[in-house]
């Protein structure tokens, strides 16, 4: 098995330490860098994180987090692009009305944590574990009241989540895409996003309809093609998916493509035939485009909830998984699917799906998704 989850050691706080945090112990920046959560550079005595500043305009903060990035970084999402996510919608209010009002942070604003996290679909093993994060960066922020743990609350999934550099795309061309994934998940639909996407890079862009199980498959891929103006390779329905990539291969290095998209069948119940598919077709690509930078990509449905998992295991069994695409964030309250799946297997999201339009992929930016938690 190429990717394994976290072993409960790994993963579940020892549960003395948890009901062992006094108010009065200290942390150690070395107790949170073990967490993999950055300490601030220097906390003060008294309740820091209270961050009486106003809350900066929204321009202010889209300026703010401009700055940092490269120079390359595509522009952010206009504002009326801004990602439709039912689940920031639904576990942001539920967080923030626990945070509502001066009371004591005591064992019962973890508790209630405890409980919206995994009524939104976070596994039990990242719930204790985000709630075990939460109450030591509390503590070493001196976090004394529930409505001063927003920035807790945020450290602690960005520490989940957030995987550096691996969540962007290789920049290598050529690029072979291979998407991979239960039907119905969102292959197709992402596939013609990231074509119209790359198209707007001003990269050249083919996509190879192997997914020649259902001719539907292909005929909706061809759609997506015509909508973005990017060729499309395909044959009959029922012909070997190699085949079909092997001529798109071919097609691609004629025409000097720089990124070759890849739709695949999905057949999960069929485990053999589907790692003897993909085998064959890396196989293929490692023969005929050695030199072509490679991606595969799990697609996974956010509204399948903990189902996910399994399809990570199941298909990391069969092929090396470069990264995830969560689809369908606007389409459920219980998205937390996404945070259980950084933390329990070393796989970065790649991408998300808010909608079923060609403009509604966005890159996982870990930041923003997080702060999306709390409507910023
Ligand atoms: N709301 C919403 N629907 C999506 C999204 N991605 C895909 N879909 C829909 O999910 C269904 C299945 O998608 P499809 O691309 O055919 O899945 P495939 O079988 O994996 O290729 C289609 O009706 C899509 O329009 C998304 O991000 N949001
Ligand atoms: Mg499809």
Request: charged share 30%; proline share 5%.
């Amino acid at each position: 098995m190429l990717f394994r989850r976290k072993t409960k050691q790994e993963t579940m706080p020892p549960q003395e330490q948890v009901s062992d945090l006094k108010p009065e112990e200290t942390v150690s920046a070395e107790e949170l860098a073990a967490l993999g959560i950055e300490p601030d550079e220097e906390t003060l005595p008294e309740e820091p994180a209270q961050k009486i500043e106003p809350e900066p305009e929204p321009e202010a903060i889209a300026e703010e987090t401009d700055v940092p990035e490269t120079a390359e970084e595509p522009a952010p999402a206009p504002a009326d692009e801004a990602p439709k996510m039912s689940f920031f919608g639904s576990l942001g209010a539920r967080i923030r009305d626990a945070m509502v009002g001066g009371e004591d942070l005591t064992d019962d604003f973890f508790d209630e944590m405890e409980e919206i996290f995994i009524t939104s679909d976070i596994g039990m093993d990242t719930t204790m574990d985000l709630v075990f994060s939460m109450k030591l960066i509390a503590k070493y922020d001196h976090i004394r009241k529930v409505n001063k743990m927003k920035e807790v609350i945020k450290k602690a999934i960005m520490s989940k989540i957030d995987k550096g550099e691996r969540h962007k795309m290789t920049d290598k061309t050529p690029l072979v895409i291979l998407m991979i994934g239960i039907n119905g998940g969102g292959k197709t639909t992402t596939i013609g996003k990231l074509g119209a996407k790359y198209l707007r890079e001003g990269k050249s862009v083919l996509f190879v309809a192997a997914d020649t199980f259902r001719a539907a498959a292909g005929e909706q891929l061809s759609i997506w093609a015509d909508r973005a103006g990017i060729p499309v390779v395909s044959h009959a329905e029922g012909a070997d998916p190699s085949a079909v990539l092997f001529d798109g291969l071919e097609a691609a290095k004629a025409r000097g493509i720089d990124v070759v998209i890849c739709d695949t069948a999905g057949r999960l119940q069929n485990k053999k035939n589907l790692m003897a598919e993909l085998e064959k077709m890396n196989r293929i690509i490692d023969k005929q485009y050695p030199e072509a930078a490679r991606e595969t990509l799990l697609v996974l449905d956010a509204t399948t909830g903990k189902n996910a998992i399994s399809q990570v295991e199941q298909f990391g069994d069969v092929a090396a998984l470069t990264g995830v695409v969560i689809t369908k964030l606007d389409g459920t309250a219980k998205g937390g699917i996404a945070i259980t799946i950084a933390d329990q297997f070393d796989l970065p999201i790649k991408f998300i799906g808010v909608g079923e339009g060609i403009n509604d992929l966005r890159e996982f930016d870990p930041a923003a998704f997080v702060g999306g938690i709390f409507d910023e």
